[in-house]
């Protein structure tokens, strides 16, 4: 099992750029693949990223491909969300999540572990 706590969420202006922060609990965190979702108001919980168990692979949503990205460090037990040009749209409250059997990155089903999110408000 493993334990998810994310920060670094914010106020921002649009274009402007944010560092999202999770940290994992456990020996065992370079067993997971890591992803982040978010969930904006009166909206369901929507995928935006995931990375894979060496930090080799990552995919991303179509909306925040060339904006955000995803990276880990294994030897912190920490996945990092980089949001960059960010837009009024990118409102929401942003989750860490971990899998320990997915397969593929593409697989955007709901993960294992979730942390307790972080907001990110984008002002126009």
């Known amino acids: 099992q493993v334990q998810l706590v994310e920060s670094g969420g914010g106020l921002v202006q649009a274009g402007g750029s944010l560092r999202l922060s999770c940290a994992a609990s456990?020996?065992?965190?370079?067993?997971?693949?890591m992803g982040w979702f978010r969930q904006a108001p009166g909206k369901g919980r929507e995928f935006v990223a995931a990375i894979s168990r060496s930090g080799a692979a990552t995919y991303y949503t179509d909306s925040v491909k060339g904006r955000f990205t995803i990276s880990r460090d294994n030897a912190k037990n920490t996945v990092l969300l980089q949001l960059n040009s960010l837009k009024p749209e990118d409102t929401a409250f942003y989750y860490c999540a971990a899998d320990r059997d997915r397969q593929r990155l593409s697989n955007t089903r709901p993960y294992d572990y979730w942390g307790q999110g972080t907001q990110v408000t984008v002002s126009s």
């Open positions: 456990g020996r065992t965190f370079s067993t997971y693949v």
